[in-house]
């Protein structure tokens, strides 16, 4: 730019200079209003600054509210709740306790079908999940199902917790037992390959293992995870 240029260009103000660095503006996106947004930006700086002193950020009457959208999660998860209830614990998610972040990432952050299926899973977790529990350490004593069987039919003919059964996909592999990571690795790559598309929900069961639903293919991952972190990385590029 020349002298001329440079001279022509209107001075920024104090206020706007201020107003940049507090990310006011940031905050106004985020659904804040006037003083509020002032505000929320003043304390994204202050914990920034006190990052280490420990304090509770949490604020209970932005709890509260957001708490009482979540209520009624299913209008959450079709996008007709305010546009604050996405924005806000995004850009300010030390404000929010995680219990509430954690439901609004299920009810949001991966389409309808999975709010929808987990929302179904949570009703059916509070009205049988005592009973589930009780009949699934029967099994393993007994190895007789027929009562967690029953649960599951008593819970799919509920209209109250139950709206359907959720598209899914089981994956089928050899059995553990052997424990070499290497295969294990293999697997689960060659499992992404094949569902990576896939918007039905994942299920592995393995050959040597009565079990399936929930709790093995979250073990899979968590073995599968485990490995990850072990795996000699000398060529691999998988940290790089």
């Given at each position: 730019l020349d002298r001329d240029a440079q001279a022509e260009a209107p001075p920024v103000s104090?206020?706007?200079?201020?107003?940049?660095?507090?990310?006011?503006?940031?905050?106004?996106?985020?659904?804040?209003?006037?003083?509020?947004a002032t505000l929320l930006a003043l304390l994204r700086k202050l914990r920034r600054l006190l990052s280490s002193a420990g304090a509770g950020w949490e604020n209970s009457q932005l709890n509260q509210k957001l708490a009482h959208q979540l209520a009624q999660p299913l209008l959450t998860a079709g996008g007709v709740a305010p546009s604050w209830v996405e924005a806000m614990p995004l850009a300010y998610p030390f404000l929010f306790e995680r219990r509430l972040r954690e439901q609004l990432l299920h009810c949001v952050g991966f389409?309808?079908?999975?709010?929808?299926?987990?929302?179904?899973?949570?009703?059916?977790?509070?009205?049988?999940?005592?009973?589930?529990?009780?009949?699934?350490?029967?099994?393993?004593?007994?190895?007789?199902?027929?009562?967690?069987?029953?649960?599951?039919?008593?819970?799919?003919?509920?209209?109250?917790?139950?709206?359907?059964?959720?598209?899914?996909?089981?994956?089928?592999?050899?059995?553990?037992?052997?424990?070499?990571?290497?295969?294990?690795?293999g697997l689960a790559e060659r499992v992404v390959e094949l569902t990576y598309r896939s918007r039905a929900v994942l299920e592995v069961v393995f050959d040597d293992e009565t079990g399936f639903g929930d709790g093995v293919t979250q073990s899979f991952y968590t073995d599968v995870a485990s490995e990850l972190c072990t795996v000699d990385c000398q060529g691999s590029g998988l940290w790089a």
């Amino acid at each position: 730019l020349d002298r001329d240029a440079q001279a022509e260009a209107p001075p920024v103000s104090c206020w706007e200079l201020r107003r940049a660095r507090t990310g006011v503006q940031a905050a106004g996106e985020a659904g804040a209003e006037g003083e509020s947004a002032t505000l929320l930006a003043l304390l994204r700086k202050l914990r920034r600054l006190l990052s280490s002193a420990g304090a509770g950020w949490e604020n209970s009457q932005l709890n509260q509210k957001l708490a009482h959208q979540l209520a009624q999660p299913l209008l959450t998860a079709g996008g007709v709740a305010p546009s604050w209830v996405e924005a806000m614990p995004l850009a300010y998610p030390f404000l929010f306790e995680r219990r509430l972040r954690e439901q609004l990432l299920h009810c949001v952050g991966f389409g309808t079908s999975h709010a929808v299926l987990w929302l179904q899973r949570q009703s059916v977790e509070a009205r049988f999940g005592d009973r589930l529990r009780l009949a699934r350490e029967r099994l393993a004593r007994t190895g007789n199902d027929a009562e967690l069987w029953e649960i599951h039919e008593q819970a799919a003919s509920d209209e109250s917790v139950f709206v359907g059964a959720g598209r899914s996909e089981m994956a089928r592999l050899p059995g553990r037992s052997g424990g070499d990571c290497g295969d294990l690795l293999g697997l689960a790559e060659r499992v992404v390959e094949l569902t990576y598309r896939s918007r039905a929900v994942l299920e592995v069961v393995f050959d040597d293992e009565t079990g399936f639903g929930d709790g093995v293919t979250q073990s899979f991952y968590t073995d599968v995870a485990s490995e990850l972190c072990t795996v000699d990385c000398q060529g691999s590029g998988l940290w790089a």
